[in-house]
């Protein structure tokens, strides 16, 4: 029975007296030898001891991502060891019993390679037996060259699936398969989320190889300038302490309202319950929601910041006593996205909003039904929160309502039921009975939140845009009294209606 093994091998971050005995003994010991890309100084060993190997450099030139050339090596390895090496790969090689075959890899095979991920998973399953053998990775090189301690906090990312998320200004952090230019500038991109663009990093070509090392210290925006990138290349982020780039991490917020609460912290902080700022969760809100009506973006950045502090006081005060922390409110919230959105992470699909509602709205129903919250309510209008605006309520408890059927059919019957209500309020006014009034009042407001659901428009923005109408005319007219050297008391109403309709035209 044929031998099926492949031994995986490291040649080292690039110089040629950096590579192992081991591995070197391996290699001139080898059947077959593959190695993943020619572009390697140690390859000059291999030349000046003729020794022959097939290379997969023209898979990177034939496929269209690097995932695919990844698939494509790790499926030829897996062909040669089992059947014998393939003529498209080697035709000098010949098929014999003994089917091992040597991978060679830059650096280490464990650091940065996919390819020997691949192998890792597919090789048992395939009945081939994989050794790995390792060798100096670039790692080593860096942290030497530029005088890198990893204990102080350290991180290895892949510039090709670099994600700004994955960014610590505490860390150092060195960014590999810097290939091109192209990639270069996904990394500026993802850097520039965390950091100022005159931020110095540094590039590393061939780093610990003689008489080619070259260590360049650029800002950000210039990272995709012509940089010499290649196969030997690398970004250093260098870690920093400075409170500008901490301000900007989620972790640095929550140590902040930490502090805040803690033995050391602020006196009022520390005395607040959830009950003695409740009150500050409404206003913020409100404020947020000002800005939002102004369009003012720099309100907005200040008040949803202060919107996030309430929310960060309460999720303390909780992970005080050991029930949740803001964490788990995080991982909550993606959760329920993530459930409630099956046409983005499931298998469902949505042709619009109307449909992605009905799928948020099945999933929502879904969830209440698996966590058991339905059987506890007893009637359809619970779980609105009573502390909702009147308004804001009275258009929840309609659309629960009409969810059964409890609504008209069209939009006729529900303006007769406004005139109703109206000529209601007048007789009572007539009357003279102040509270039937105000209850009156309350049947014709709710009536008109009924109407504002049949024409799609949501009863708190229609009532929001014309108290800013109201406030903005008030102040033209304000300003006119300026102008003409009045005041209230030195005009009629039929001056400030004159005012007001031209606030209208404006």
Known sequence: MAKLSIVIVGLGSGDPDQITLGVWRRIQSAKRVFVRTEKHPVMALLHEHEISYSTFDHLYDQLESFPEVYEAIASTLLDAAINGVSNEVSNSAKVSDDHTILYAVPGHP?????????????????????????GESFLDAAFTSLGIDPIE??????????????????LHTLIGQVYDVFTASDVKLALMERYPEDYEVIIGH????KGEEQILRVPIYELDRDQGY??????????????????????RLHEIVATLRGPEGCPWDQEQTHSSIRKNFIEELYEALEA????????????????????MLHSQMEEEIGTFSVYDVIGTL?????????????????GNAHEALNNWESMKAEEKRLKGTDASRKSLLDGIPQDLPALMKA??????????GFDWDNLEPVLAKIEEELRELREVIASGDVEKQADELGDLLFAVVNASRFIDADPEEALSRTNRKFKSRFQYIEEQLR??????????????DRWWEEAKRL
């Open 110 to 134: 464990m650091v940065a390679e996919r390819t020997v991920q691949l192998l890792r998973e597919r090789c048992k399953d395939a009945g081939v037996e994989l050794q790995i053998i390792g």
């Open 153 to 170: 906090g350290f991180a290895l990312l892949d510039a090709a699936e670099l994600q700004a998320s994955q960014l610590g200004p505490q």
């Open 206 to 209: 061939a780093l610990g190889v």
């Open 230 to 251: 290649g196969n030997l290349s690398l970004i250093y982020v260098p870690r920093s302490e400075d409170p500008a780039l901490r301000n900007r991490t989620f972790d």
């Open 292 to 311: 939002l009506d102004n369009d003012d973006p720099d309100g907005m950045q200040e008040e949803f910041g202060d919107i996030i502090l309430q929310v």
């Open 334 to 350: 993606n959760e329920k996205l993530i459930f409630r959105h099956p046409h983005v992470f499931g298998e469902q699909s949505a």
């Open 395 to 404: 258009y929840k408890l309609q659309k629960k309502a009409a969810k059964v």
């Open 483 to 496: 102008i003409n050297g009045k005041t209230f008391d030195q005009t009629d109403l039929l001056e400030m």
